[in-house]
């Protein structure tokens, strides 16, 4: 069935189709809309859940790690300073290896005050052990709540579902909407490996000591360091497992087939825009316009940020001459976090030095601020026509100063 809706909604139908059991809600723009259309569904007797309103950010994040530590499926949604209020949650729930899935509706953080888009908010928590995953629409907001509790309950740790605000959030597009049988038989009901138990009491994550000691049974149990190690490896196998995952659902529902990056005329391009959610697409007419004019340039989104695909990533820009990497975050006092991610990625599984396709790295649209295709156009024109020769430093759009 296709629906013509917003973005929240498209999200709130997702975690509805996931049957999850536990919603917690805070209110804050631009995902109150998400968590007040959960409350519908579940007033009107169409899912059942417990909805559990609570006074701050953290509480919700905290009721999501106690349902979920007992073995419900559980949700939660934030955006910007939100976010941020949760942060010691967000480390508690990856290092307690929570399968729990929330979406972030992308907005900048203060000081000062804004409540418009950009992706610094979710970008400053990508080293908390989440796995990020952002949508360039509302088809794929909807596809990737289902597609995330199959991916953290296979994996056992914790999904953010980024998307932007109100250019997504608040905008009314069609999608479809997965068949309620697919989807219970794509997303079968969570059946933890542990859980908390009443009749079998148990402490968990106690204070940790520097090195491994034995537990009260006798056996050999990881220390601190050991636990970390294990959730980097199972971070980067989590790849794997989605790419698992995607394939199931394409099978299923006919989408997909594209979890790490999603690509737009770049066969034969010389030069590749990248960008992240709804700027991807965005940056699309632009490569049309320049391709009307010969200048041999394709678009690429990145979808998975968390784990960053490395390997997908250097395979998919092989053989380019440039990279122009547009992004609504910033890393104080360096660049971009996906053109430095980027970079990584060509030095590390890339070509040789000598070999290798200039990148340049433009900042936009931070705090709402308008991005005109204009000027998306004028960029990437001079990047394609200079940037080999031009100095290697952070540019920006739109700045009035």
């Known amino acids: 069935m296709q629906m013509i809706e917003s973005g929240n909604v498209a999200a709130a139908l997702g975690v509805k189709l996931s049957r999850a059991q536990v919603i917690a809600a805070y209110p804050i723009t631009p995902q109150t809309p998400l968590t007040e259309k959960l409350s519908e569904f579940i007033e009107a007797g169409d899912m059942s859940a417990e909805y559990i309103p609570v006074e701050s950010e953290h509480s919700a994040l905290a009721v999501c790690i106690a349902s979920s530590s007992a073995g419900a499926r559980s949700f939660t949604a934030t955006s910007a300073n ?3 209020y949760m942060h010691e949650q967000i480390h508690w729930a990856s290092g307690a290896r929570l399968p729990i899935v929330m979406c972030v509706v992308n907005r900048g953080v203060g000081a000062p005050w804004t409540v418009w888009n950009d992706h610094q908010d979710s970008m400053s928590q990508r080293d908390t052990g989440w796995i990020q995953i952002y949508a360039n629409d509302h088809q794929q907001i909807i596809d990737a709540v289902i597609k995330a509790y199959a991916l953290a309950e296979e994996v ?6 980024c998307y932007d605000g109100y250019l997504l959030s608040h905008t009314y597009m069609p999608f479809d909407i997965p068949d309620v049988s697919l989807a219970d038989s794509f997303l079968p009901p969570y059946k933890p490996a542990y859980c908390l138990d009443p009749g079998e009491p148990a402490n968990l994550n106690t204070v940790t000591l520097p090195d491994v000691r034995d537990d009260i049974n ?3 149990a990881h220390g601190y360091f050991e636990i970390r190690h294990l959730l980097q490896q199972d971070m980067i196998a989590s790849m794997d497992a989605l790419e698992r995952i995607d394939s199931r659902f394409k099978t299923v529902f006919g989408r997909g087939g594209n979890p790490f990056i999603e690509s737009y005329r770049t066969d034969d391009a010389e030069f590749i825009a990248v960008g992240i959610g709804s700027l991807s697409y965005h940056l ?7 391709r009307d004019e010969g200048i041999s340039v394709g678009g690429m989104s990145i979808q998975l940020y968390r784990p960053f695909p490395y390997s997908a990533v250097a395979e998919a820009l092989k053989g380019c001459r440039g990279i122009i990497v547009f992004e609504k975050a910033l890393s104080y006092g360096y660049q971009g976090p996906v053109c430095s991610d980027i970079k990584s990625a060509l030095y590390q599984h890339g070509r040789q030095n000598s070999h290798r396709p200039f990148v340049l790295n433009y900042i936009l649209g931070l705090g709402g601020r308008e ?11 001079l990047s394609c026509t200079t940037g080999p020769d031009a100095p290697d430093e952070l540019r920006w759009i739109g700045l009035k100063i």
């Open 218 to 220: 006798g056996n050999r």
């Open 156 to 161: 056992m740790i914790p999904v953010m579902v």
């Open 82 to 84: 939100g976010l941020l």
């Open 284 to 290: 699309r007419d632009v490569v049309d316009n320049l």
């Open 371 to 381: 991005i005109v295709t204009k000027d998306l156009y004028d960029a990437l024109k």
